[in-house]
């Protein structure tokens, strides 16, 4: 499967920001719905500049997106980002569920076969 350069990078920033823990818990907080950065703050003993930080993070990377409701600022969820990451593990997803059916097959005739 080729690969353009854009699509590469996009995936490297999206993995960048996946591999931390406090940024995959804002991404889970935020598929419940959309929140403030102080409703993002609550679950950990970070300052607002920390959790910015890693805000923006998620933004470049594309998995999710700014909003502005008044005064407010929500962030939410941003499909294509999380359908790129998707994109990409699907085909290793699918070889490895192939090898266990075959497994499953295989351990089934044995089991056949010790009776």
Known sequence: ????NAHSDRLSSAFY???DPTRRAILARLA?????????????????????KHLKVLETAGLIEG??????????????????ISDWIEPFRQQWESRFNNLDAHLAVMKKQEK
Do not use: C, H, W, Y
Request: a positive charge; proline letters at 9%; charged letters at 25%.
């Open 1 to 4: 499967m080729a690969i353009n």
């Open 17 to 19: 920001a996946l591999s």
């Open 32 to 52: 419940s719905g959309e929140a403030s950065v102080s409703q993002l703050m609550e679950p950990f003993q970070l300052s607002q500049p920390t959790i910015s």
């Open 67 to 84: 909003g502005r409701d008044a005064q407010r600022r929500p962030r939410r969820l941003t499909p294509r980002g999380m359908k790129d």
